[in-house]
């Protein structure tokens, strides 16, 4: 049977494991995790063993909000940060480097406009271009071009970018296709589903 989005999330724990038999999460507020040896620990900061050692690294908490928006969001995995604005700076400096160029829809958020410029600062070429027009996106392209950006509505204006028409855009030129989804949420679009990664 297909559950909505509402019941999925409630039903979300039961599916999964909860400490102590609780029927929910419970809240994590712990900072630091201690382990009975210290290979154990030593293992979680290699990434060789499952577990916590510092909430800057992941919590219980944030892990089950990151399962739960995988399972809502249909994909692989899911890695939750404090803003918005440090979720696009971690996406920026693992997929681009110096002498790279992005292509940005010039309707986004103010800061979101300021991280760009310090993209630039840092040796990234950015080109703004109208994000409802495909053909504009399209023409401007260059062959070091390796990502397009856009909002799925823009951020104060409300423009809507032509969202699938990227997607395939993206896929015949083999550039990372990025979606700032913060408006729409995955209630109204799955980003995945018009080709973004």
């Known amino acids: 049977m297909k559950r909505g989005i509402t019941t999925t999330l409630l039903h979300a724990d039961r599916q999964s494991s ?3 038999g609780a029927t929910h999460k419970p809240v994590h ?3 630091a995790y201690r382990h009975a ?3 154990d620990l030593v ?3 290699q990434g060789t ?14 892990a089950a ?5 995988t399972l809502l969001e249909g994909g692989k995995g899911t890695i939750s940060f404090a803003t918005g604005m440090a979720a696009l700076s971690a996406l ?15 309707y986004i958020f103010g800061n979101t406009n300021s991280l760009l410029s310090t993209l630039q600062r840092l040796g990234c070429e950015v080109s703004m271009v109208d994000a409802t027009d495909v053909n504009a996106v399209a023409a401007a392209v260059q062959p070091n071009t390796r990502m397009v950006f856009v909002e799925t509505i823009a951020n104060p204006g409300v423009q809507i970018a032509d ?3 990227f997607g395939r855009l993206c896929a015949l030129l083999n550039l990372h296709y990025l979606v700032d989804n913060t408006l729409s949420t995955l209630y109204l679009l799955r980003p995945y589903l018009v080709g973004a990664v």
């Open 43 to 45: 293992g979680v900061f």
């Open 18 to 20: 909860v400490e102590h």
């Open 65 to 69: 909000l990151e399962n739960k928006i």
């Open 29 to 31: 507020v712990a900072a």
């Open 49 to 62: 063993k499952s577990g916590y050692s510092y909430a800057r690294q992941g919590t219980p908490t944030t």
């Open 37 to 39: 040896d210290v290979n």
């Open 92 to 106: 920026f400096m693992t997929l681009l480097k110096q002498g790279d160029h992005i292509v940005s829809s010039q």
């Open 163 to 165: 969202l699938a028409g």
